[in-house]
């Protein structure tokens, strides 16, 4: 007879990469920090984005419209 056993019973639990990130970010403050920043850089140029695209607007035309160059605000939107 065929035993079957389900792999959570015969092998420890892993943590998630969820749980390890959270882990690391709780005992390093100035990469929570960091993180934190990266995540609101990245909101912000995904808002940008979004509004250019609601309003049909190339970049250069939106660059025109507030008084800067197409290639600032590709680099808004990328955010890295």
């Known amino acids: ?30 990469l929570a920090e960091a993180v934190s920043a990266e995540r609101t850089n990245a909101e912000i140029a995904s808002e940008i984005y979004n509004a250019r695209a609601e309003a049909g607007m190339t970049q250069s035309e939106l660059a025109s419209l507030v008084g800067t160059t197409q290639s600032a605000i590709s680099r808004l939107e990328d955010a890295d």
């Open 1 to 30: 007879a065929h035993i079957n056993i389900r792999p959570s019973m015969t092998t420890p639990r892993r943590r998630s990469l969820i749980e390890a990130i959270n882990e690391r970010l709780g005992r390093d403050r100035n």
